[in-house]
């Protein structure tokens, strides 16, 4: 059974750093490819957990490891700042005062066109020129700030001024 336990921690390890490296997209956004992935990896990785025991109590020790530890990194991850980066990733700037940062788009795998369409998907914002700032979030998911009549005016009349 110990050997079952250190398997386990092992495979959780490297499917989380597996996961964490593949990028961030929110459960719904989950292409089929992705979704035949991840089925593939869980098959995949049974038996590295398990081994030759295909028993019950093989399966169940090897799920409530992964329970245990999955409550264990969940418990540190709201301790630590440090574990919380490292497990989930921090914020990503996408676009800044309704200019594309594409070096950012780019390091993500994020086209200019899923851009766009989270940015439609937030109603009032017609364009990239009405956006102050689009992050993409830990969670995969996309937050935008539209420009105010004062920030677009300002930055309007610097613009004018340097002609």
Same mark, same amino acid.
């Not at 390890?13 to 964490?20: D, E, F, K, Q, Y």
């Not at 109603?123 to 993409?136: F, W």
């Given at each position: 059974?110990? +050997?079952?336990?250190?398997?386990?921690?092992? /495979?959780? =390890? =490297? /499917?989380?750093? #597996?996961?964490?490296?593949?990028?961030?997209?929110?459960?719904?956004?989950? @292409?089929?490819?992705d979704l035949v992935v991840i089925l593939l990896v869980a !098959?995949? /990785?049974? !038996?590295?957990?398990?081994g030759a025991d295909t028993t019950l109590q093989g399966g169940?020790?090897?799920?409530? @490891?992964?329970?245990?530890? !999955?409550?264990?990194?969940?418990?540190?991850?709201?301790?630590?700042?440090?574990?919380?980066?490292?497990? +989930?990733?921090?914020?990503?700037?996408? *676009?800044?005062? #309704?200019?594309? *940062?594409? =070096?950012?788009?780019?390091? %993500?795998?994020?086209?200019? $066109?899923?851009?766009?369409? =989270?940015?439609? $998907?937030?109603?009032?914002?017609?364009?990239? &020129?009405?956006? $102050?700032?689009?992050?993409? %979030?830990?969670?995969? &998911?996309? &937050?935008?700030?539209?420009? @105010?009549? !004062? *920030?677009?005016? &300002?930055?309007?009349?610097?613009?004018?001024?340097?002609?």
């Amino acid at each position: 059974m110990i +050997e079952i336990v250190g398997r386990t921690l092992v /495979v959780y =390890a =490297a /499917v989380l750093i #597996g996961l964490r490296l593949g990028g961030r997209r929110e459960l719904g956004q989950l @292409t089929p490819f992705d979704l035949v992935v991840i089925l593939l990896v869980a !098959n995949a /990785v049974q !038996n590295a957990m398990v081994g030759a025991d295909t028993t019950l109590q093989g399966g169940l020790v090897a799920a409530a @490891t992964l329970l245990v530890v !999955n409550a264990g990194v969940a418990r540190l991850r709201l301790r630590s700042v440090r574990v919380r980066h490292l497990v +989930e990733g921090v914020p990503v700037v996408l *676009v800044q005062h #309704g200019e594309i *940062v594409a =070096a950012n788009l780019q390091h %993500e795998g994020i086209t200019e $066109e899923e851009v766009v369409a =989270a940015v439609r $998907e937030h109603g009032e914002i017609g364009d990239l &020129s009405q956006v $102050e700032l689009a992050v993409l %979030e830990t969670d995969g &998911s996309v &937050s935008v700030v539209p420009m @105010t009549a !004062n *920030v677009q005016r &300002s930055r309007r009349r610097l613009r004018q001024r340097r002609r």
